[in-house]
């Protein structure tokens, strides 16, 4: 009989993208960005951050997605991440 062990997640949002896109997607290049102080003030943004992020993401899965398609695909790797609280994503990610 298999056992799995629950591992602990990572606490800090930046940790966990990049943990689900790297499972996902198997980048060649990732940078993501906090980018939540810039957005201080605006909707969505929360005192502690954690809800603007940046991500350049370059991956052989992204071959024969359309712009659109690409979008749709880590937008939904990022759901459990949108559902409790980050708020805006600037994707910047292309094939190899």
């Not at 899965?61 to 880590?74: D, N, W, Y």
């Amino acid at each position: 009989m298999e056992s799995k062990v629950n591992m602990p997640q990572p606490s800090d949002r930046t940790s966990r993208i990049r943990d689900l896109l790297t499972e996902a997607f198997e980048p060649l290049h990732l940078k993501i960005t906090d980018d939540s102080a810039r957005h201080a003030g605006h909707a969505g943004a929360a005192p502690g951050g954690e809800t603007h992020f940046n991500v350049e993401i370059t991956s052989a899965a992204f071959e024969g997605l359309s712009r659109v398609q690409i979008q749709r695909a880590v937008m939904m790797v990022l759901q459990t991440e949108f559902d409790t609280g980050l708020h805006a994503l600037s994707l910047q990610a292309k094939m190899p």
